[in-house]
């Protein structure tokens, strides 16, 4: 694990957290970040234990995380980060569109290649809790919940209560906690303790993986309501 000393206001920037095996992998997303102002990158590490230990200790905001490190993977070791760290957002650079890493719990997927601009994009979003996915991992991350809904049968979420699925409507639509709130006429409280049971009784990991197959079932068309 390799801390880096920045000399930026941690609360100005989106602190990141790379992890990667090869360096010059890891060399090259650096000169891609080096000129965002808002980002820096303040740890390296080169394998999931490593990667781990990196986020408990410096808490990023953002971890990119390669799939494929030595002694343990990314998607063990994204599994551990969110669960140990849940407002630490992991975004997962890949070659592979691996139906694995869906199930890992990270917010965002990108495909290894993005030019700076999308990257940064990336970046920012995921540390703000939304979802981001490049387009082919998009699409095979809604065949593997297709496949998911397929064998379950039965109607759309029958687990969930009226109001749960209002709120996991408005979630697939993009609305944030307190817009949800404001359309429900309830506390931001209720809204967040109601996410807490769909993430629960739909066995996902966070709100990407929520959108995702609340979209696939068809929710989401509330925006312009």
């Known amino acids: 694990m390799t801390t880096i000393d920045n000399l930026v206001d941690p609360g100005e920037v989106t602190r990141v957290l790379l992890a990667d095996d090869h360096e010059m992998v890891r060399a090259g997303v650096r000169a891609l970040l080096a000129h965002a102002d808002d980002i820096a990158v303040i740890a390296e590490a080169a394998n ?31 599994r551990q980060i969110v669960q140990a760290s849940p407002h630490t957002g992991v975004l997962v650079l890949t070659m592979m569109e691996d139906d694995d890493s869906v199930r890992a719990g990270a917010r965002g997927y990108l495909l290894k290649g993005a030019g700076r601009a999308e990257l940064t994009r990336a970046i920012q979003a995921v540390s703000r809790g939304e979802a981001i996915y490049s387009p082919a991992i998009a699409q095979r991350i809604i065949g593997y919940f297709s496949r998911t809904e397929s064998r379950g049968g039965g109607s759309v979420f029958p687990e969930l209560t009226d109001r749960e699925r209002e709120v996991l409507d408005l979630i697939a639509a993009g609305h944030n906690n307190a817009l949800i709130a404001r359309r429900l006429v309830i506390s931001p409280k209720t809204v967040r303790n109601h996410i807490s049971n769909i993430f629960n009784k739909l066995q996902v990991a966070d709100r990407a993986q929520a959108i995702v197959r609340a979209r696939q079932a068809g929710l989401g068309g509330t925006a312009d309501r």
């Open 48 to 78: 999931g234990r490593q990667a781990i230990q990196a986020a408990l200790v410096e808490q990023p905001d953002v971890v990119l995380m390669d799939l494929h490190m030595p002694e343990l993977d990314g998607i063990e070791a994204t």
